[in-house]
């Protein structure tokens, strides 16, 4: 996939983030001569993507795109994705795999989950986002600034990230790309996870609201 | 009780601080069973019928709330972890951007820990 990132857009520079794994995501992102960022343990994901956050923050990036580097986005639609954001009409720009497109469709439980937050989100914002938890993204300096805050979670971005920024008065903007299949095993195992996962989402939300003045507040700073 | 703490202290697992608090509780619950009729008194208060259940009562609100506290500590402490880990994984980045390791210097960047 590097090989892939590199070849399609030269001009920009990549960073890889290494979440204390012990394969050799290190070496192999070292050999491509992008940069490296390893954690020296496991912190969980929406940690790692933060790292990638401050690092951007660091080197004064103006805009940000996230991948996951499993294979499950197309390269190619980085520029659909950058596009938006670079000219102005929305701050982050979410790749969506359900915008016009039936070809993946999860298994009913989660189909539920999904649906249940979807409604809970639109309820909030007013704005429907059909793909909170996607792991693609291009941002600008705003998003980066909050992301890099307290308030970002350690497991899994989803609604309430999105309710949060929405407080900030961050536009958002979902943008159709195509998603495969995962080529590593799912994270979630164990019949106890999903509902597990609605409860902490159900009560991150309810927080997020909560701190609705507070990120309202802090909206002329970013 | 008090050896327990003693040993762990001198083994360095536990701090200072907090064996002074353990101890304190251990002095505190002889001081309850010394006033016993303290106890009696507080008991008609609550309107328990054995000292007992006084007992039991405020113990275990007082492991409740000891619980609740170390929560906090421990999610404090995750946080900080957290943010070092993060840090110390940038600020390496950023001293290989400037210093880029040799080609042939073998020794890998020590901030892996080995399982």
Redesign the interface.
Known sequence: MLPKVKARYPEMPVLVVDDGSQDQTEAIAQAQQVAVVSHPFNLGYGAAIQTGYKYALEKQCHYVVQMDADGQHEVEDVALLVQPVKQGFCDLALGSRFLNNASYRPAWPRRVGIRFFRGITKLITGQPITDPTSGFQAMNRRVLQIFTGRHFPDDYPDADVLVMLNFYGISIQEIPVRMYASTTRSMHHGWWRPFFYMAKMCFSLLITCSLKGHFRRRRSSV | MVSIIFYLVRKRRLREEYALFWIGCGILMLGVIWFYQGLLFVSSLIGSVTPTTTLFLFGFIFVLLLCLKISVSLSQL??QI?IL??E???L???KD?HHPPEPGDSEK?C???T?
């Open positions: 995750k946080t957290k880990a993060q110390v994984a940038l390496t980045t950023y951007e960047p901030n892996k820990l399982p």
